[in-house]
Nanobody, 119 residues
Framework: QVQLVESGGGLVQPGGSLRLSCAAS????????MGWYRQAPGKQRELVAT???????NYLDSVKGRFTISRDNAKNTVYLQMNSLKPEDTAVYYC?????????????WGQGTQVTVSS
């Protein structure tokens, strides 16, 4: 059993900042990748940022230079620092974990946290 607990969403004005956190716990041996997707109303889910085991990162083009993904390996936690937020960043943000377990490699998802950017 693997659990992901997200926190940090909320309402922020355009130009503001938020920091999302996602802590993973449970039975897994190693983390292959962690990251964040988002889904806005009426739109498909899109990958926002990911960080892989070696530390490499990838970002959605529209968030490059504004969002930063990082991780604390000791805490199995990933963070998403979001700066210069725009109304189009409004969405439910989902944490994901791709990890190695006894039974193989699997994806796990958090429950989602709402981010609303509005004046």
């Amino acid at each position: 059993q693997v659990q992901l607990v997200e926190s940090g969403g909320g309402l922020v004005q355009p130009g503001g900042s938020l920091r999302l956190s996602c802590a993973a716990s449970g039975r897994f041996f190693s983390i292959n990748a962690m990251g964040w997707y988002r889904q806005a109303p009426g739109k498909q889910r899109e990958l926002v940022a990911t960080i892989i085991r070696g530390g490499s990162t990838n970002y959605l083009d529209s968030v490059k230079g504004r969002f930063t993904i990082s991780r604390d390996n000791a805490k199995n936690t990933v963070y998403l620092q979001m700066n210069s937020l725009k109304p189009e960043d409004t969405a439910v943000y989902y944490c994901y974990l791709y990890c190695h377990t006894t039974y193989g490699d699997y994806d796990y998802w958090g429950q989602g946290t709402q981010v609303t950017v509005s004046s």
